[in-house]
């Protein structure tokens, strides 16, 4: 079991800055996967980023590529989700979750929710114009 609590988020102007963060708790690993996904008002839950829980290997869905910085403080066991040039289209609830199973990096972490088994309670993320 390994449950997660997300902080953050919140209301910003187009362009500015947030960071959500995620604590993980219980049976955490190393190589077990971290992700990030968002939902919109009247759409599908879609991917946003992932990594290992080592902090290493991290990816992006290509919207959100070069504005969005996903990252672990090792001295704790908190994932961060850096979220900077943000747009009314970023306006979402955004959830963290973990996948227990290996997946190694020549694969690439799954984007799909149904490969992750733990989910944050989400946070709300709104961007003005």
């Known amino acids: 079991q390994v449950q997660l609590v997300e902080s953050g988020g919140g209301l910003v102007q187009a362009g500015g800055s947030l960071r959500l963060s995620c604590e993980a708790s219980?049976?955490?690993?190393?190589?077990?996967?971290m992700a990030w996904f968002r939902q919109a008002p009247g759409k599908e839950r879609e991917f946003v980023a992932a990594m290992r829980w080592s902090g290493t290997n991290p990816t992006y869905a290509d919207s959100v590529k070069g504005r969005f910085t996903t990252s672990r403080d090792n001295n704790k066991s908190t994932v961060y989700l850096q979220m900077n040039s943000l747009k009314p289209e970023d306006t979402a609830v955004y959830y963290c979750?973990?996948?227990?199973?290996?997946?190694?990096?020549?694969?690439?972490?799954?984007?799909?929710?149904?490969?992750?088994?733990?989910w944050g309670q989400g946070s709300q993320v709104t961007v003005s114009s």
């Open positions: 219980g049976n955490t690993f190393s190589n077990m996967v």
């Open positions: 979750a973990v996948s227990r199973i290996y997946y190694s990096t020549a694969d690439g972490f799954p984007r799909g929710e149904p490969a992750y088994a733990y």
